[in-house]
């Protein structure tokens, strides 16, 4: 009992073991009130490299950036998967993927990932536009005055690209074009996205309140029968249907709740990363105009006459030449991200940390990286708090050189994990960021209130990009044919 009660003993070679006093807990409670605060003062007091006890978990937390690049290429003895075996099935629904019953289902869901990406990549940015711009267009600008107009910053962002990413993934449906009932869904995905970090702790869904039958309610939006009506769904949504169909054992509510997990995915963190992007735009009056300046320019380069009545089709080679734009996206990512790497010990061994280094690890043991402390960290971002948007370019170009203790960094930015569990929608991701603010502030006049401040809700922490604590007003007018001049 006593060795259960104190947990393990620091073997030699092995990292500093810091576990609390709380038997189980550990130090989560310190680690959830404030995740990057907690791991600060831990680097301070025991290097670089320390093990935490965390809700029965030992998390080897490896604070130096200079040695990302020899965990994040570590194959064989750190695994990813096993992770995302147990808890994102929990979380939605559907039973494990590596489960006897499913062989094979795990490679052909990863394999579906390189259609985000490449030539398709292509192919799901003009799809967006075309949903964006007609959201905008029948929400929008129906209004032909220019009289200003109060909305709520992260509502707005978070109801046009749920959306528009809901036509782009799934399709539209047999009559007209909007899907019924966003609205009611768009809530309901928003209140299972707040128990979203209790389901990943595995909390037990009998203390969640109504949160199963919430999901079971989205869960069955995706329901076969239903999604077979539906026109114009994307290619990567089209294969991972055909690869469930292939599976008898596959029960119809488990393939919607497959799909479900892609909308949780798609749209979990791109709506308070846009949020984010558009904020810090509109508190800094003159980086948004420098970014509307570029948007113009590219527009106007390619003849097109910008006017409140005209569509606008931005291609992905123009969204590429938004390097002002991409800069102020990135460094939104930079300030608002909170996600943490993890890999699992899969047997027991030395990791090499650097040239000299190694520490000693236990299998079942979690290794994580926490990027947060890179992206504040003073020494590799001067003045980190702050919103730079042109900190990504140099020289008309991006920017890719950032140190620490003199060397370059390999991985300095990143909002979408790394190596080979990197976020399979990131390119997607920036491009439909980009395609959101490029409708908004060509037709938009902004304005947020001096008074209107938010700040970044913690509580969050670790599992990706942060949501604001309160949402803003902001004011938008309609810009005139005068002011694209
Ligand atoms: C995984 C971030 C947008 C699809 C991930 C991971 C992160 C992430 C951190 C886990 C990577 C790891 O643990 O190493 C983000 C952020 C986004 C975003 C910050 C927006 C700003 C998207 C979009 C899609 C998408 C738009 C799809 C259309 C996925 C999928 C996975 C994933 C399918 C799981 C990959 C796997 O199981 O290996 N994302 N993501 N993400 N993301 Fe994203």
Redesign the pocket.
Known sequence: VLVLLRGRTRRVGEPPLITGWIPYLGKALEFRKDAHAFLEEQRRRHGDVFTVYIKGNYMTFIMNPLMYPNIIKHGRQLD??KF?NVV?PYTFGYPPVDDVRFPGLGDK??SS?HL?QGSNLTL?TESMMANLMAVFRQDYLNEASDHWRTGLAYDFCTSVMFEA?FLT?YGRPPSGWRHPGMGPMKDDFLRFDTMFPLLIAQTPLWLLGNTEATRLKLINHFLPQKMSQWSNRSK?IQQRAETFDQYDTLKDMDKAAHHF??LW??????A???FWSMYYLMSHPEALQTVRQEIQDVLNQSGVQICCDRDIVLSRDQLDRLLYLESAINES?RLS?A????RVVEEDFHLRLDSERSVAVRKGDIIALYPQSVHMDPEVYEDPQSFRFDRFLVDGRERTDFYKDGQRLKFYL?????????????H???N??KQFLCLLLVYFDLDLDHQQRTTLDCSRAGL??LQPTKDVHFRYRLRTATDHH
């Open positions: 990813f998967h995302t994102a869901i990863s990932f985000l799901l990413t993934m990567f997990a892609i995915a798609a749209v979990g963190n791109t308070p990363a846009t990512l991200t996600s943490m790497n993890i990143m909002p979408f994990g790394s190596g080979s569990t990197m976020c399979p929608g990131r997607f991701a920036i439909e960021i990706g990009i």
